[in-house]
């Protein structure tokens, strides 16, 4: 069976500092991947989709940015962290072709 | 551009009572429509997926319709229980890649 793994849980990191965020997929091969963020009491805004290694497609303009190494690892980063960024970040696989979504635990980012 | 609308963003209801949430969007053309549930802090969990070309889908309780030339879709639970209290959230796939999400229905049952 395909699982998800998004880690960290939580996170505190100070504004101006880098960030890294991964999420991996286990059972299923060349999935659609997806970052999407969460504000407190609000709907899910999608930051980045890819599907497949190296293409990467960003809907709203920001301060992060993402990368795909491999198949199934998919990586949400920053240079310099802003206030702004705080939020709840989820990871999420689907299949080719409009298929079921599943979504990883998430990461609560507090920015300081 | 796919909008997506949730009525009502909060319900609370007794436990045992049969409820309806109710989901919107305004871009017939879409792939399929997906019910996710949200506990507090946690991740989605998805719960129904509706294909375009399908009515209906039910697990277990849960029941979802979807009406895409109306753009509407309704999530029916029976027989509400305290541990189904969570936020529903539905979300529309219009491109074949990616999800627009309304903001959810935050659903109390109360034992």
């Known amino acids: 069976s395909q699982t998800i793994h998004q880690w960290p849980a939580t996170l505190v990191q100070p504004v101006g500092s880098p960030l890294s965020l991964e999420c991996t997929v286990e059972?299923?091969?060349?999935?659609?991947l997806y970052w999407y963020r969460q504000a407190a009491g609000r709907g899910l805004q999608l930051l980045f989709y890819?599907?497949?290694?190296?293409?990467i497609s960003s809907e709203v303009p920001q301060n992060l940015s993402a990368s795909r190494p491999q198949d199934r690892q998919f990586i949400l980063s920053s240079k310099k962290l802003l206030l702004s960024d705080s939020g709840f970040y989820l990871c999420?696989?689907?299949?080719?072709?409009?298929?079921?979504?599943?979504f990883g635990q998430g990461t609560r980012l507090t920015v300081v | 551009k796919q909008e997506v609308t949730q009525i009502p963003a909060a319900l609370s209801v007794p436990e045992g009572e049969n409820l309806v949430l109710n989901c919107s969007f305004t871009?017939?053309?879409?792939?399929?429509l997906q019910w996710f549930r949200q506990d507090p802090g946690k991740g989605l969990t998805s719960l129904l997926l509706?294909?375009?070309?399908?009515r209906e889908q039910t697990s277990g309780r849960l029941n979802a319709s979807l009406d895409k030339s109306s753009g509407r879709s309704t999530l029916y639970i029976a027989a509400s229980q305290p541990g189904d209290s969570a936020t529903y959230l539905c979300?529309?796939?219009?491109?074949?890649?990616?999800?627009?999400f309304g903001e959810g229905t935050q659903l109390t049952v109360n034992p």
């Open positions: 059972g299923t091969s060349n999935p659609n």
């Open positions: 871009d017939s053309a879409i792939y399929n």
């Open positions: 890819s599907v497949g290694i190296g293409q």
């Open positions: 999420a696989w689907s299949s080719q072709g409009a298929g079921e979504a599943f």
């Open positions: 979300a529309v796939d219009s491109s074949g890649s990616r999800l627009t």
């Open positions: 509706i294909q375009s070309s399908q």
